[in-house]
C-alpha cells in the first residue's frame, strides 16, 4: 500500500487497518498479514522503554525502532511518529529530525496537532515527505490536556477539532488520526475531509482504525480503555509458555535427547 491508495481507499469506501509496530520481529510477522499500515508510534516509549508517557521519545529512538520494522515488513507502508518537540523548533532542526525518520526507513511521518503546525506540514510535502496528521488526544500534549482524557466534548473544542482538520487537509497532509473523540465528531469530520482518517476510539465511521500492538494483544492487562478490543490473552499466554519453559527445565523434560547434539 502507498498513500495514493489511501485516497483510493476513502473514494470506495474500503476500510484502512493499521497497527504500531515497534521491532523486526513483530514487523515480519505483519509483513506477512493482511494489515495495510504499520506505524511505529512514540507510544513504543511507553510499550517498549517502561514510561509512562510519550515524552521520552526521542529522535534517534524513533529512528532505530523505524530502522527495525522497515527492514521486517519490506511489504508494508511505514509511517514513524515525530517525537515530543522535534517538529516545533527551528526549521533545520525540524528537517534533520524528519530526515532521520525517513532515512531509517520510514514512507511517512505523523505529528500530532495543527496550531502552529501548518506551515512545517506544507514545507514537508513540498520536500517530498508525505505527512499525517493528528488531532483530538494528542498524547505529546498529555500535561496540557490535563490526563488522558476524550476531547471534543462541547461544541466550541468540536469546531476547532473540524477546523483544524481542514487546516491539515489544505496544507498537503494525506491522512489524520482522531484519537479519542465522540463517535458523531468523527463521522462529521471524516464526511467533510478528502483525505481519510484513522480513528481510535473515534467510532467506527472514520476510514480507518488503528490499534497498538501490544493493547491489541493482550499484553498488558491493567490497560483496558473502552476503545480496546483485545484479539489475543497475551499476558496470560505468555506468561503460560515461560512458566512451561520453565517447569520443563528444572525437571529435566528439556532438552530431550532429540533436542541435543551426539
Keep these: 500500500m502507498n498513500i495514493l ?13 493499521m497497527i504500531t509496530c515497534y521491532d523486526y520481529s513483530f ?14 508510534g512514540d507510544s513504543l516509549a511507553m510499550t517498549m522503554h517502561g514510561f509512562t508517557t510519550t515524552l521520552n521519545a526521542s529522535t534517534e529512538m524513533m529512528a532505530l525502532h523505524t530502522a527495525a520494522v522497515a527492514k521486517g515488513a519490506p511489504k508494508k507502508l511505514v509511517i514513524g511518529d515525530l517525537p515530543f518537540l522535534a517538529y516545533r523548533k527551528s526549521l533545520s532542526e525540524n528537517m534533520n529530525c524528519v530526515e532521520q525518520i525517513m532515512k531509517a526507513g520510514a514512507h511517512a511521518v505523523k505529528l500530532e496537532g495543527a496550531a502552529g503546525n501548518i506551515e512545517l ?16 488526544l494528542t498524547p505529546q500534549s498529555v500535561n496540557q490536556l490535563g490526563g488522558f482524557k476524550v ?6 473544542a468540536q469546531a476547532l477539532i473540524k477546523h483544524h482538520a481542514l487546516q491539515l487537509q489544505e496544507a498537503g ?29 473515534a467510532g467506527v465511521d472514520c476510514d480507518g482504525q488503528v490499534l497498538v500492538l501490544q493493547d491489541m494483544l493482550g499484553m498488558n492487562n491493567d490497560f483496558k480503555p473502552k476503545f480496546l478490543r483485545q484479539y489475543f490473552n497475551g499476558f496470560e499466554e505468555l506468561k503460560k509458555a ?11 523434560e528439556f532438552p530431550t535427547e532429540k533436542e541435543s547434539y551426539s
Design 5 to 17: 491508495e489511501f485516497q483510493e481507499r476513502k473514494q470506495k469506501g474500503q476500510k484502512i487497518s
Design 121 to 136: 506540514v506544507r514545507h514537508l510535502v513540498d520536500s517530498g515527505v508525505p505527512v499525517m496528521g493528528h488531532l483530538g
Design 151 to 156: 476531547q471534543g466534548r462541547n461544541e466550541k
Design 27 to 40: 514487523a515480519k510477522i505483519l509483513n506477512d498479514t493482511d494489515i495495510d499500515v504499520l506505524l511505529v
Design 173 to 201: 497532509a494525506f491522512s489524520v488520526v482522531l484519537e479519542c473523540v465522540p463517535s458523531h465528531l468523527a463521522y462529521e469530520i471524516t464526511k467533510d475531509l478528502e483525505i481519510p482518517t484513522i480513528g481510535i476510539g
Design 242 to 252: 515461560f512458566n512451561k519453559y520453565h517447569s520443563d527445565v528444572i525437571h529435566k
